[in-house]
């Protein structure tokens, strides 16, 4: 006899991802919204403490499929960002810098301001740093977007992620220091993970790029190499606790300076990215609780919206110097809304480490559900407004 119980439950993930493939197309025929914004949508309503149709315990399996699509995803990021060009206009660099640090200063003072915990303060300001490159990405893509805004979104969300990543990581270990009073647990918390997460991404970009240049494809489909490459990448970092957001940018980066091509009909990575795609934004809000999203909406909002000044401040100081117009450094900050996806992929890298901050929180919850569905839409119509979707044409 079938266990209609073992069944439903072995089923949920599979049949969870079709209905959100589906609904998904039907919107976005019938309203041309970005569709991770429905598949978001579609994992919050199904999640455990929701509808309680998924499983309520995330296995450790799920959470490297999800790394592993956020992998293919910054990898692609990483191989569009030209370092040369960095060094040619380094005002872009500074850019960054600049408003990832007043997001950190401004979202921590306003935390303090409502009496959060120091400690928790600090990690909601260095996560608050980030733009996420995984809904930047998609929506890129699926808008066939192009222009001076479209890149340099995706440049200042690429090095968002590593500032995040660096501070975050040091403040875990500080926290760990604290707790333990062991400095070399806290050292390899932070440093060491870092920068071994950075080696590993540059070994497997070389090794990647010698492989192909031996077989003869890197005038060719190299897709399938690289798919492979990062589903190693992805699951080696995450067997040894390092960090698979630095290793994939890091690999997509040296792929990207060692000449290995990549064109446009094999960004996405075809069929198989499209599916991890689901899988990811359906993951990412499928981990989120009502009652945590209840609890913190009030803080969540005024976390949005201090980040989102902050960032469209930091942004347009810069834009004339760097070479581009007010109206479009307006635009690019308004674009760097997206945190969800890598936010969430941190915290639950973290709880897999050992270290639970998710239910400290609370406030992240909510702010993470409203710019998983809302942020999409949002950088959608900054590329229409920036003219760089031709599909697509105001009325």
């Given at each position: 006899m079938i266990d209609l119980t073992t069944l439903l439950?072995?089923?949920?993930?599979?049949?969870?991802?079709?209905?959100?493939?589906?609904?998904?197309?039907?919107?976005?025929?019938?309203?041309?919204?970005p569709r991770i914004s429905v598949y978001a949508f579609v994992g919050f309503l199904l999640a455990p403490s929701q509808t309680g149709f998924l499983p309520h315990t995330q296995s450790a399996t799920m959470l490297l499929l999800a790394n592993i699509a956020f992998g293919l995803i910054l990898f692609e990021c990483?191989?569009?960002?030209n370092l040369r060009w960095l060094r040619t206009n380094p005002w872009v660099a500074v850019t960054s810098l600049t408003e990832a640090a007043l997001t950190f200063i401004t979202v921590y003072l306003l935390l303090t301001w409502f009496n959060q915990p120091s400690s928790s303060a600090l990690l909601l300001a260095a996560l608050s740093m980030a733009t996420s490159p995984a809904t930047i990405i998609r929506v890129v893509n699926e808008q066939r977007s192009s222009g001076q805004v479209t890149e340099r979104v995706l440049y200042?969300?690429?090095?968002?992620?590593?500032?995040?990543?660096?501070?975050?990581?040091?403040i875990v270990g500080l926290a760990v220091f604290r707790t333990s009073g062991?400095?070399?647990?806290?050292?390899?918390?932070?440093?060491?993970?870092?920068?071994a997460s950075i080696i590993l991404g540059a070994i497997f970009g070389t090794f990647t790029s010698g492989l192909l240049r031996f077989t003869k494809r890197t005038s060719h489909d190299s897709t399938l190499a690289f798919t492979i490459a990062i589903i190693c990448l992805v699951s080696l970092a995450h067997s040894l606790k390092l960090s698979p957001v630095l290793a994939a940018l890091?690999?997509?980066?040296?792929?990207?300076?060692?000449?290995?091509?990549?064109?446009s009909s094999q960004r996405g990575f075809g069929a198989l990215g499209d599916l991890l795609s689901i899988l990811l934004f359906v993951f990412i809000a499928a981990t989120l609780e009502w009652s945590q999203v209840i609890a913190g909406i009030g803080l969540g909002l005024a976390i949005i919206a201090v980040r989102l000044v902050t960032k469209i401040i930091g942004i347009s100081l810069f834009a004339h110097i760097s070479g581009t117009s007010w109206r479009k450094g307006l635009?690019?900050?308004?674009?760097?809304?997206?945190?969800?996806?890598f936010v969430i992929l941190v915290?639950?890298?973290?709880?897999y480490l050992g270290i639970n901050l998710v239910d400290q929180l609370a406030p992240l919850a909510a702010a993470a559900l409203i710019v998983e569905i809302l942020g999409p839409i949002l950088v959608q119509r900054v590329l229409i407004w920036a003219h760089e979707v031709p599909e697509i044409k105001e009325s």
């Open positions: 439950s072995d089923m949920a993930w599979p049949v969870t991802i079709l209905i959100a493939w589906l609904v998904g197309e039907y919107v976005y025929q019938r309203a041309k919204l990483g191989y569009r960002i200042l969300s690429a090095l968002n992620c590593v500032l995040a990543v660096f501070v975050f990581k040091i062991n400095i070399l647990e806290a050292t390899y918390s932070s440093l060491v993970v870092l920068f890091t690999f997509g980066l040296s792929a990207r300076h060692r000449r290995i091509v990549l064109n635009l690019i900050g308004m674009a760097m809304t997206p945190i969800s996806a915290l639950e890298q973290t709880r």
